[in-house]
């Protein structure tokens, strides 16, 4: 079954430190991986894309990494700030159909404390 | 910021009534979706479409429809509202942006619907 598994379910920190968020899946076959970031009430906004050719790929202070043997990807954010407070969502993408189906994790929910 | 809205923001509304979600996109885009999400849960497909005329269901049953007459409208129907239906909804569209069939969605603000 194709699945997309987040941890912690929670974190909270204080400002200015880093973090890191888990993503493992199961999903096959594997196309690609999305980091979404979701302010309350909003909708999701993209942060990184990686196929299975990319380890690594940064956007600012967000840096993810991928795993594709291991099928895991991690999101390590860097001197967190008050906006970073938000809900993380990994979502994979198979390429077993040609509409691409994504598999969503129930996110992350980072809260950064002043 | 991407160019694609939803409105109404939010509703509130009694059981029964017939109500319609919109969205449009500015960026010309075919594809475009349809999810629901509960609190803390993840979201659901319930309908896309790829281009005019082109609609399909998603992966989570729903009650509402949808329509594409025009590329940038993708209106969602719910034809009689029940308690069972709150939640909210957004809308997404994308474009293949990659070899690797990397398709970058870009979401609604979405609509929180409450059905009394």
Redesign the interface.
């Known amino acids: 079954k194709n699945q ?1 598994e987040q941890s912690p379910q929670s974190l909270i920190i204080l400002e200015g430190k880093n973090c890191t968020l888990q993503c493992n899946y199961t999903v096959s076959p594997f ?2 991986l999305r980091w979404y970031k979701q302010d309350t ?6 942060l990184t ?1 990686m ?2 050719s990319e380890n690594t790929k940064s956007n600012g202070r967000y840096t993810a990494t991928l795993d594709a043997d291991t099928k895991q990807s991690s999101l390590h954010i860097t001197a967190s700030q008050l906006s970073d407070s938000a809900s993380y ?1 990994c979502v994979v ?1 198979d ?1 077993g159909s040609t ?2 189906r ?1 598999y ?4 992350t ?1 980072l809260t950064v404390w002043p | 910021e ?1 160019d ?1 809205y939803q409105t109404p923001r939010y509703l509130v509304i009694g059981t029964g009534k017939k109500i319609t979600l919109e969205c449009s996109q500015t960026m010309g885009h075919d594809k475009m979706y349809w999810y629901q999400q509960d609190p ?6 319930i309908h ?1 479409s790829y281009g005019v005329n082109s609609t399909e269901k998603g992966d989570l049953s729903s009650e509402s429809t949808v329509s594409r007459i025009r590329t940038e409208h993708f209106p969602l129907t719910l034809e009689s509202a029940r308690p069972s239906h709150t939640s909210q909804y ?3 569209s994308s474009e293949r942006t ?1 070899e ?11 609509t ?1 619907l409450t059905v009394l």
């Open positions: 997309v196309s690609n009430g909003r909708g999701p906004v993209s894309i196929t299975f969502i993408a390429r509409l691409g994504l969503f994790g129930r996110g929910q | 991407a694609i803390g849960m993840e979201l659901h497909l896309y957004l809308c997404a990659g690797h069939g990397t398709d970058t969605q870009y979401f609604g603000p979405g929180r």
